[in-house]
């Protein structure tokens, strides 16, 4: 079994930066893709950003241009730059990390913006 451990979240106000951190608990040769989602309450899941081996990122609409994914594979953790937080982006985000056929999910860690 593998474990994801998301850590960095906190209470901010609007325009602050966090960086959160997720960490496996052993090393693993191919994890790919590793990537980060968010959820309100009452709402569904919602996919924040990805990152590949080799360099390939994507985001969310919402989040281009503030918010950062970035790997240490040496590591094997996945961070997340959020910078300009806003009040919506309010949620428990969530780790997730693709090793062969099986996705791995952490426990979560609240990020909450005020105004």
């Known amino acids: 079994q593998v474990q994801l451990v998301e850590s960095g979240g906190g209470l901010v106000q609007a325009g602050a930066s966090l960086r959160l951190s997720c960490a496996a608990s052993r090393l693993t040769y191919n994890m790919d893709p590793m990537a980060w989602f968010r959820q309100v309450p009452g709402k569904e899941r919602e996919f924040v950003a990805a990152?590949?081996?080799?360099?390939?990122?994507t985001y969310a609409d919402s989040v281009k241009g503030r918010f950062t994914i970035s790997r240490d594979n040496a590591k094997n953790t996945v961070y997340l730059q959020m910078n300009s937080l806003k009040p919506e982006d309010t949620a428990v985000y969530y780790c997730?990390?693709?090793?062969?056929?099986?996705?791995?999910w952490g426990q979560g860690t609240q990020v909450t913006v005020s105004s």
């Open positions: 990152s590949w081996n080799g360099g390939l990122s």
């Open positions: 997730k990390a693709g090793i062969g056929g099986t996705a791995y």
